[in-house]
């Protein structure tokens, strides 16, 4: 099987598997050549994977979608991070991840705060020309 793994930076990750682990929404999975076609979203996890040499590597994902057709997965995710130690991609996830999710509600929050108050200089306006 052939690991493509895609990030809003490009391409992160193009290696021939054997097989892969990962967290879906759903549940675990292992992934392998002769595993039905399907598509999944992915909470941040870590996903294992085995290349041709029977080594086995790590990724940090935060949030994706996976699709698997034929010899081919794709994972499209919002950030990769690549490194052998486990511990290095759990602090990742722990700190980085929810860092990114913190960040991703105060913008939220502010957004409405503006929609509000844009509401309500339109209701201003509509009252003046009324």
Do not use: W
């Not at 097989?19 to 294992?48: C, Q, R, S, W």
């Not at 996976?66 to 990742?92: E, R, Y």
């Amino acid at each position: 099987m052939i690991l493509k793994v895609y990030s809003p930076i490009g391409v992160v990750l193009d290696v021939e598997i054997q097989k892969m682990d990962f967290e879906a929404l759903n549940g675990y999975y292992t992934l392998m050549p002769k595993h039905v076609d399907f598509v999944t979203a992915m909470p941040p996890n870590i996903v294992k994977y085995q290349t041709t040499d029977n080594k086995n590597h790590y990724m940090a994902c935060n949030h994706g979608i996976l699709v698997k057709q034929g010899s081919l997965v794709s994972m499209s995710v919002q950030k990769a991070i690549l490194n052998d130690s486990l511990d290095t991609l759990t602090d990742a996830i722990q700190n980085e991840f929810k860092k990114d999710e913190e960040e991703r509600k105060e913008l939220n929050t502010a957004m409405a705060r503006l929609e509000v108050g844009l509401t309500r200089g339109f209701i201003k306006l509509n009252k003046q020309d009324g």
